[in-house]
Structure formats: C-alpha cells, structure tokens
C-alpha cells in the first residue's frame, strides 16, 4: 500500500485523516496543495489556494481541509492539473469538472473567468463518456471512451492542434491527422501534447523546441504529426515530463526524447534528443513510466518489481536509470522530485493488478494453489510443478511421465538442509537470493548438482561479500574452490 505520508504536505493532517484517503494528489508550484477523495467518496483539499485551484469558493489558503461538496460521490476516476495553477477530473460517469486559473480558458467554459469552484464543462462534452484527462500548464485535454480526443485552453505553440495559434476558449476534437482513429492514451508537457492511438502508433504536436514531439526536428506542430521513429514498434503508455516525454512498448521498452538538461532522458549524457532513443533497463522488462509537466525527473517499474529514477532528483543530475529502494514509481516523485508532486492521481488502495514476477512470488509455498511438496528437515514447502519444469532444466527432466517423481505429492529430500533447498525453490520463483554466507556454501553445492549456472554466480558473490574475521577460512576455501571449476 502506498504511504501518502511520504509527500511532505499530508503531514498537515491527523492520522484518523490519513486513514481516511483512498485517493490523492499533490500539485502545485512547492507541491502546496493537495485534493484527496475518502472511502466514503468525500472529496477533501488543503493548501495554499493559488489562483483559486482548491476550489473552495474563496481564495484563502487553509491547513485544515476543506470538503467540495460539489465532488462528493462522483466517484473521480482521473484528475490532472497544470501549473497555471488550474485543475481538471473526470468521473467514472464521464464527467468533466474543471477549476483554477482560466485565463488563456483552460477551464473549458468560454470565458477567461477565474473558476473559484468545480463546474462542469459542457460544450462538446456533455454526449461524451469522458474516461482521461490531462492537463499542460495552461492548456487541458480529454479523451473520450469511444477514443475521440477533445482539446481547449491556451494555444500559442499548437498544443490545441487545432491547425493555428488563436486560444481555444470551448473543448475541440482533435482531428486533423486523428480523424477515424481511436486514441487510448494521452499526455501533456508544459506547452505540448502526446497522444497515443490504439495501433501502437504515437503522435505529437504543440512546443517541440527541446524535440519532445520527437519528430526529428525542432518545429512547432500545430496539429498532430505520427512520430514516424517509432515506426514498427508498439507504444501502450506515454507520459510527458516538463519538456520530455517517455515512452512504453508493448515488449517492455522504454524509449525517451525531448529536453535533457538533466539527464531526464537516462541516455548518459545531457544532450537534448530529437528523435527517441531505446533506454537500457539493465535487459529488464518495463510495466510503467512516469513523468509529469512540473518536473524534470523520471521514473520506471520493471516486471520484477524494481522502480528506477533519473534526470534531476533533489537538485542532482542522474543521467542513466538509477535502482531505488521503493516498490512504486510515486514514491520517487514524493522523494526526489522538484516540487513534490504526483505524477497521476494517486490510488492508495492496493493494486488489484500484478505482474506476472509479482504473482509467482506472491504464490510461493502457498498451500492454496500448490501441487507439489518437498519435505526437508521435517518441514513442507510447497510449490507449482509447472514453475519448476519452466524454471529448471533438472525438474524438468525429473517431472518426465515415465518418471516415479512425476507421480508424487510429496518430495523427500536428505541431502540439503532446508534453509538451503528453500532459499533455491524461492529462486526460482523469484531470481533473487536472500540467504546468510554461511548458508550459501549449501547452496552453491545444489546449484553446482543442478547445474545451475546463474545461481552458482550469485552464491559466490554473496559468499565474498559476506567475508569477515570470523569465517574467512571457510568462505575464502569455498570460493576458490568454486572459482576453480
């Protein structure tokens, strides 16, 4: 579960509040202010009230929160915000509501009239099932069910993509180049937009001075442009930092372009790129990006679980994927962003989704859903024929029909300990190893027995790490004799 306490702001609040969050988000030009939605489907905000955007109905700031009774139970499905300040959310019904700062008409009503409450915008939306919104400094997008993309609000560079500079004052579907194709994605820099079609194919218009529309060139797009580099590959996900934008294929690639002043492409150097790049994850598959328009920080999960960061992080440069400690990619924005704020609405509820590395490890010797046990020492461990089989040549060729092991539910084993023989089970199920140097002696010899040849790597690496005073003797013997071989 994600710590909400974690972004600086929510320390404002009780711990019967805290308790209370289900969904939240932190915006604002020294993450400032924040929105946050209860179980019961309250919709609470705090903070410093620039230009109106906690939409209270006045423009005093306030620690204690403040409910919008205006939102409660419309169950808020997105939400985004621009740094103008304004802000805009949809609901799981479809509606739009927008507030804040409107004077390039960011709020979608017509008008360049500050928006001190939630309204609804309605021209051109009213017959449509909104499902996504995104938001750049001073211009808003929305992205309809039905896959028609909806854009309004400041123009100067095209990030309307209506084909001119003149402020779009009232939501305009984005054609053009869209028109007959179905968007499922969208992003926003900070004066420019990303969407992403249902093919794989990933357009781009709007400010493309620092080539985050990566098009190759520098240009202005008034209207959408596909990003023909990406030609032959998948895109599934798209998020847009200040002025870079990253993107997810559907192998788990990460590609990135755009501004690089601080290294928030991950490419190892600071040169701007005009066209996407492949950014290496040490051979790790991908699952999610992030990035948001007020930073200039990225993020990444892989399908093992390992969140990385780069670009400015606590005023640093890191100019290649650096490997946190954090088990989500929001928590790099609340700890190394500049502000920080949240790079998407912010679930606080477990995640029903998990990967696939997720889920075998969350299945290991589970009684539940196994089919298999190893009784060492006296004690069971169970575990998934079919993992083990897929896993290791050894079960494989032990699990053959013909074979007696094949036909048991209960594995004897004697000659390994079961600290060891478990430590090797959880690393088939895990590709890691968490085991004392002492007990990876143990089972540096099953890995040699199984010939497995990663996992005896990662045993001598353990054993040398672990060298001390006290156990040298017997550690040092081990590894030579095992580098040796």
């Known amino acids: 579960?994600?710590?909400?306490?974690?972004?600086?702001?929510?320390?404002?609040?009780?711990?019967?509040?805290?308790?209370?969050?289900?969904?939240?988000?932190?915006?604002?030009?020294?993450?400032?202010?924040?929105?946050?939605?209860?179980?019961?489907?309250?919709?609470?905000?705090f903070g410093l009230n620039c230009s109106n955007c906690l939409g209270t109905g006045d423009n005093q700031s306030t620690i204690v929160p403040k409910k919008l009774e205006a939102l409660c139970g419309k169950k808020i499905s997105s939400l985004s915000y621009g740094s103008g300040p304004h802000v805009?959310?949809?609901?799981?019904?479809?509606?739009?509501?927008?507030?804040?700062?409107?004077?390039?008409?960011?709020?979608?009503?017509?008008?360049?009239?500050?928006?001190?409450?939630?309204?609804?915008?309605?021209?051109?939306?009213?017959?449509?099932?909104?499902?996504?919104?995104?938001?750049?400094?001073?211009?808003?997008?929305?992205?309809s069910f039905d896959g028609d993309l909806y854009a309004w609000g400041y123009n100067n560079c095209g990030q309307v993509g209506s084909g001119s500079t003149a402020n779009q004052p009232s939501p305009r579907r984005v054609s053009n180049c869209l028109q007959g194709k179905m968007v499922v994605g969208i992003a926003c820099g900070q004066t420019s937009s990303m969407a992403v079609i249902n093919n794989g194919e990933v357009y781009g218009w709007g400010y493309n001075g620092n080539g985050q529309l990566g098009l190759g060139n520098n240009g202005n797009q008034l209207t959408p442009c596909r990003v023909a580099a990406l030609h032959g590959v998948c895109i599934l996900q798209i998020a847009c930092g200040y002025a870079h934008t990253l993107a997810l294929t559907?192998?788990?690639?990460?590609?990135?372009?755009?501004?690089?002043?601080?290294?928030?492409?991950?490419?190892?150097?600071?040169s701007n790129q005009l066209s996407p790049v492949q950014i290496m994850m040490e051979k790790e598959r991908v699952v999610e990006i992030a990035a948001c328009h007020s930073a200039h920080t990225s993020a990444a999960k892989t399908q093992s679980g390992q969140v990385y960061m780069w670009g400015q992080c606590r005023g640093q440069s890191v100019i290649l994927p650096h490997l946190t400690h954090f088990a989500c990619?929001?928590?790099?924005?609340?700890?190394?962003?500049?502000?920080?704020?949240m790079w998407r609405l912010l679930s606080v509820e477990h995640e029903d989704f998990l990967t696939v590395a997720e889920s075998l490890k969350k299945e290991f010797d589970s009684p539940e859903t196994s089919d298999l046990k190893f009784r060492v020492d006296g004690k069971y461990i169970h575990v998934h024929k079919a993992v083990l089989k897929i896993r290791c040549e050894h079960f494989r060729t032990m699990f053959q029909s013909y074979w007696n092991e094949d036909m048991k539910e209960v594995i004897e084993i004697d000659q390994f300990s079961y600290p060891v023989y478990r430590a090797f089970l959880e690393y088939l199920y895990t590709d890691s190893v968490d085991l004392p140097p002492e007990d990876a002696i143990g089972l540096l010899d099953l890995a040699t027995s199984y010939c497995e040849n990663r996992l005896k790597k990662l045993c001598q690496h353990i054993i040398k790490r672990g060298i001390s005073v006290e156990n040298a003797f017997s550690l040092l013997s081990a590894a030579v004799r095992y580098d040796a071989e």
Not at 332 to 339: D, N, R
């Open 1 to 45: 579960m994600v710590d909400v306490g974690k972004w600086p702001i929510f320390t404002l609040l009780s711990p019967q509040e805290i308790a209370s969050i289900r969904k939240a988000c932190v915006f604002g030009t020294s993450a400032n202010e924040a929105i946050y939605i209860t179980h019961n489907d309250e919709v609470f905000v």
């Open 329 to 341: 990619t929001d928590d790099v924005f609340a700890c190394f962003a500049t502000p920080a704020v």
């Open 88 to 143: 805009v959310l949809c609901t799981e019904d479809g509606e739009v509501y927008a507030w804040g700062h409107n004077g390039y008409s960011q709020l979608g009503n017509g008008t360049t009239n500050q928006g001190i409450i939630p309204v609804q915008v309605c021209t051109n939306l009213l017959t449509k099932k909104v499902v996504e919104v995104a938001c750049g400094s001073h211009h808003s997008m929305a992205l």
């Open 250 to 270: 559907d192998e788990g690639l990460l590609y990135a372009w755009g501004a690089n002043t601080y290294g928030q492409l991950g490419s190892g150097n600071k």
